[in-house]
């Protein structure tokens, strides 16, 4: 499977050629166009071309995914999320993931997903967005509100993000949530919310809020 992300970092899209047998996850929606020989299958349930879709899914997450599965050599796949902004990719080896659920664009079929234990109505000020857990190795992609920026995190060096910009970061950080007044929550006004997040790992932000574009809605 071979991945090319295109058309600039304001109107991003993936695109995916695939060999027969080749399967990916994808958002529901996030389809701009496939070859005749790509097949979809939306909640197939546990077993064959569905399994993939609940692997290691809590029953808090409500899950709603299409599996696309080649049947030739040399298909194509191209996906757009629904906003304006870029897409980054995130290669896993077996070290966590945490990305807020809105921003999970798509993922190989060896990605494990899950809820975040404790952290669903802990981070980020709309208090609706679930954290999902990526684990196992493969390859998923997230898409941003803007451009998506990647921040190294090591011991001496900890790394504070209003909340609204954070995109997903490394399982293995320690974060912390606390009110500062220098943010302005987006959705009630006042002080808003920022954190912490320290220990060795990665941090991807997106650059623009989205709860500022869509009032408070999840993005």
């Known amino acids: 499977m071979e991945f090319e992300i295109a058309d600039?970092?304001?109107?991003a899209t993936l695109e995916v050629t695939m060999d027969a047998g080749d399967r990916l996850g994808i958002?529901?929606?996030?389809?701009?166009a496939r070859s005749e020989t790509i097949r979809s299958e939306t909640n197939a349930g546990e077993g064959g071309?569905?399994?993939m879709l609940k692997r290691a899914v809590s029953d808090e997450l409500d899950v709603l995914t299409t599996v696309m599965e080649a049947e030739e050599d040399g298909?194509?796949?191209?996906l757009a999320p629904d906003y304006l902004g870029d897409v980054a990719r995130i290669d896993l080896d077996g070290e966590g993931v945490k990305v807020q659920s809105g921003g999970l664009l798509a993922w190989t079929e060896t990605v494990e997903r899950g809820t975040a234990s404790n952290e669903a109505s802990n981070f980020f000020s709309s208090g609706e967005?679930?954290?999902l857990r990526l684990g196992g190795t493969g390859t998923a992609f997230v898409s941003a509100f803007g451009a998506v920026r990647e921040e190294e995190v090591t011991e001496g060096d900890p790394l504070v993000v209003d909340e609204d910009h954070l995109l997903a970061w490394s399982e293995g950080?320690?974060?912390?949530r606390t009110k500062d007044s220098s943010v302005k929550s987006s959705?009630?006004?006042g002080e808003g919310f920022v954190t912490r997040l320290s220990g060795e790992g990665r941090v991807w932000l997106q650059t623009r809020d989205p709860m500022v574009l869509y009032g408070g809605g999840n993005n």
Do not use: E, N
């Not at 600039?8 to 109107?11: D, E, K, R």
């Open 8 to 11: 600039g970092h304001s109107y």
């Open 27 to 32: 958002d529901p929606g996030s389809m701009v």
């Open 49 to 51: 071309l569905g399994g």
């Open 75 to 78: 298909s194509r796949l191209v």
């Open 129 to 131: 967005l679930t954290v």
């Open 173 to 176: 950080l320690s974060a912390k």
């Open 187 to 189: 959705l009630l006004g």
